[in-house]
């Protein structure tokens, strides 16, 4: 029952950073749009503001395509703001195909661009904010999330690191699992698979990372369906060694993803 508390509150606190986020680029876009036109010496009329809500509509409906209002954690902020003024420019620029073809809207060029580009701002320091905020909360012991890598990868190895150098993340490393070796094992070993699985199964640790070799499959799939009974999400780290190996490009044949081992290039499809 305590792990299952666990995880709502999980949800919850997305829920909230998603509901802030929806929230802060209403503001900013109409905001924005106010201002240009106090500036500008124009009246914010209702024009005006069907022009706000076209724009905020087609950025609402891109977010949802792009699945852009989802939790952010652990992801680049070069990688968000680059989604964001992505979806952006483009609900800019079908608002303004869209209101062109009609003669009520008189609105100029500069009028746009200003919006644009103030607007632009505003949702980068924006979003900035709420990952200093969301960062700060997590740093200081709020929402932390408690992580284990299953597995001796060199990639299982960096994002632990990672982890560590970021504590404003929110991740805290329990340690990494794996079955003893020969040669010994590392100071962050925290046992074998068998207990990764019962520390999850006791509500110690929140995500798995499996970092296995291509060859271990057996033991990744009776790992993933043992850990199907517990409340822990579990991510896979690709042997990325071997994906290279694979020319490192993954396809898709009707929602089935493949990996192509060999191609002449003489097909064009």
Known sequence: MTNLK?????????????????????????????????????SFLYMQLLVALITLVVFQMLGGITDFYRSWRGVRA???????????????????????????FD????????????????LVVCRSCIRIGAGWLRNHGYNKRMVAVAGDLAAGQMLMESFRNQPWLGFEVVGVY????????????????????????????????????????ARVKKLVHQLADTTCSVLLIPD????????????????VPVVPLYDTPLSGG
């Open 107 to 122: 609105t100029q060029l500069k009028i746009w661009l200003a919006w644009y580009g103030l607007t632009s701002i505003g």
């Open 240 to 255: 990325v060694f071997t994906f290279n190996i694979l020319h490192s490009r993954l396809e898709e044949m009707n929602g």
């Open 178 to 217: 794996h079955d003893p070796k020969p040669g010994g094992v590392s100071n962050d070993w925290a046992g074998n698979l068998q207990q990764l699985v019962e520390d999850a199964k006791a509500g110690k640790i929140h995500n798995v990372y499996i970092a296995m070799q291509m060859c271990d499959g």
């Open 6 to 42: 666990k995880r709502e509150r999980a949800k919850t606190n997305a829920s909230l950073i998603s509901m802030v986020q929806r929230f802060s680029d209403i503001t900013i876009m109409f905001a924005g749009l106010w201002l240009v036109c106090e500036v500008s010496g124009l």
């Open 78 to 104: 070069a990688t968000e703001f680059a989604l964001l003024l992505q979806n952006w420019t483009l609900s800019v620029i079908f608002s303004a195909g869209l209101v062109a073809f009609n003669n009520d």
